[in-house]
């Protein structure tokens, strides 16, 4: 029944995971100057991008080209209000059509690309050459680089976890049953010596493997070109790499009390004292650093966010990290002893853990449901954005981690206690702790996801401003704009290849829009220029409206949008 249990919490998981699509961004494109799809009388002398957060642009640019893609932009970017505004200044335009594709990074470290056309005048009598697209990162790069999250967060874990146990469940229990120079003991230090080191080997070295992952995300670059120490440099200069040199100096400087806390003599005199102080520091350091490189910097109330994140981290690498150690170092030994023994070191283990990790657990649901108010927008985000059901499954995973930890707290004591169930007990205990331990590690891993994905409170922002979105539709992605300072209202629908360019092959379109409570009524599309369709709308008033688009001339492409209209002043 256990297995059943944890393989079917991974499946879902697993399958919400897969069933996102990688975040290309934290930071959503709000409005742009010209807006895409629109038609300016006065050539324009800068082009305007602006984003929900600040955004950085080391290694990005804003590329303007005319129809014969030549570029037509100065390349001097400029940022304003407080960096969410990107500004590139252009050549004396002529009329015709212009394509502006643009990177950056997201002030969370993450990448935003996209592109969208604009015409001066009129639209060019023939169609835009091919400019060089602005592919983000593969799939490769993608999947990788949430390995290498994973791994750093598995890391931090087990070291806090280990250090935690030893210091105090696994010490105090030995001692208290005056076992503390047999062979159990003994293996124990054994196991802690070499799988301490070990582990922060894998923090160093998935930490050093992050920027290079980071670099090919926001780049393009394959990764064997992001290895490269002029291509890294770039990558520095963002907040992601500033924060990143402060991480990997206090995992670097966490080698002293490492090697400290398992030699069997004291490291240049110094007492353990000292060594776990150290050690605690930089641990809380890293949680910190962590939180100051996640959404919570970027949105709303800031140093809430930031020190949530913290503590929350902290709080989950006693729980988890402690009983990763308890099922790993302290596990070999319980099961080598016979019944009657190993029943009585876990009458002394399982208890001061369990105490420990209430203490966690408390603090992983309080800071838990101050993240959700900090990142999610509407309790409906839960299930409406893959953000919120990443954090769904993660809910989920912790609650059958927590009735197992209830388990362990409240009936694993009393039944180690009975002679006649103590040995069947301390086999049972062996099970449902690993099995509680395989929870929590899909736990994590999802955590890892969430770090690649949009929370609700940006995609609100983007919802709040005007509506210009898209959707994918067999093979092309269809864009929608919807103009409400036009007078009528008019409905952009602009179908964009593999290309990054308008499907000229996209000849008609048909658009309903139907009004919450309404029924729908067509909207009259006149083409505009290749795969770029206008329809007057008439006066939009404020509301929900669904818009139906389905491209015509036999080409199979067919979505709804979803949206909320604002009143215009």
């Known amino acids: 029944m256990l297995r059943r249990l944890v393989v079917a919490v991974a499946v879902v998981a697993a399958v919400v995971v897969a069933g996102a699509s990688a975040a290309s961004a ?48 100065t390349g001097t970017i400029r940022r304003a209000q407080g960096n969410r505004e990107v500004m590139v200044p252009v050549r004396q335009l002529k009329n015709g059509t212009y394509t502006v594709t643009w990177r ?30 602005e592919a983000g990162a593969g799939r490769l790069v993608g999947w990788g680089y949430g390995v290498v999250r994973f791994l750093w967060f ?11 146990v030893r210091l105090a469940v696994w010490t105090p229990a030995v001692t208290q049953l005056g076992i503390g120079d047999s062979n159990t003991a003994e293996g124990f230090r054994r196991r802690f010596a070499r799988g301490f080191p070990a582990t922060w080997v894998v923090l160093l070295v998935a930490g050093a493997l992050a920027v290079v992952f980071e670099t090919a995300s926001i780049s393009g670059f394959s990764l064997w070109k ?57 641990a809380a350091g890293l949680c910190l650093v962590a939180a100051l490189n996640s ?23 006693v729980w988890v990290g402690g009983l990763a150690a308890l099922v790993l170092l302290a596990g070999i030994g319980w099961r080598s002893l016979g019944p009657d023994q190993r029943s009585g070191l876990l009458r002394q283990l399982v208890p001061r853990f369990s105490r420990l990790a209430l203490v966690a657990v408390v603090a ?4 838990g449901v101050i993240n959700a108010f900090v990142d999610l927008a509407h309790v409906s985000d839960l299930w409406r954005t893959t953000y919120g059901r990443v954090v769904l499954a993660k809910i989920v995973a912790l609650a059958v981690a927590l009735a197992l930890a209830a388990r362990h707290l409240w009936r694993t004591p009393r039944r180690l206690d009975d002679p006649r169930t103590s ?34 409170k940006t995609l609100a922002l983007a919802a709040n401003g005007p509506v210009n979105l898209e959707r994918k539709a067999g093979q092309y992605t269809v864009q929608l704009f919807v103009d409400q300072t036009a007078t009528p209202n008019q409905v952009h629908v602009t179908f964009v290849n593999a290309q990054g360019l308008a499907a000229a092959e996209v000849v008609n379109t048909s658009v309903s829009m139907a009004r919450a409570g309404a029924p729908p009524t067509a909207v009259d599309m006149r083409l505009l220029s290749p795969g770029h369709f206008v329809g007057d709308a008439g006066k939009l008033p404020p509301g929900s409206y669904r818009f139906t688009v389905v491209a015509g001339g036999g080409v199979q492409a067919s979505t709804v949008f979803n949206v909320k209209l604002k009143g215009t002043s």
């Open 295 to 317: 959404h919570a910097r970027t949105l709303g109330h800031p140093a809430l966010g930031v020190t949530s994140i913290a503590v929350h981290l902290a709080a989950v690498s």
């Open 423 to 456: 040995a069947p007990e301390g086999r049972r205990f062996t099970a449902t702790s690993g099995v509680e331990l395989l929870v929590l590690a899909v736990a994590v891993g999802l955590a890892s996801a969430l770090v690649a994905l949009v929370p609700g």
């Open 104 to 133: 950056v990074v997201s002030a969370d470290g993450h990448p935003v690309h996209g592109g969208f056309t604009f015409y001066v005048g009129a639209p060019s009598t023939i169609s835009a050459k091919q400019v060089a697209e």
């Open 154 to 164: 598995a890391a931090l874990l087990g070291l806090v976890g280990a250090v935690v």
């Open 226 to 282: 992001s290895f490269r120490p002029s291509v890294v440099s770039s990558t520095l200069d963002t907040a992601f790499g500033h924060y990143w040199l402060w991480q990997m100096a206090i995992t670097v400087a966490l080698v002293v009390p490492v090697v400290a806390l398992v030699r069997r003599t004291r490291l240049w005199g110094v007492g353990p004292g000292v060594w776990l102080g150290t050690f605690f520091t930089g």
């Open 364 to 367: 992983v649901v309080a800071t």
């Open 26 to 73: 934290h930071a959503v494109l709000l409005r742009t100057d010209p807006s895409p799809q629109t038609t300016v009388q006065k050539a324009p002398t800068t082009v305007r991008l602006l984003y929900s957060e600040p955004v950085e642009v080391t290694f990005g640019a804003v590329r303007v080209f005319d129809v014969d893609a030549n570029r037509v932009d």
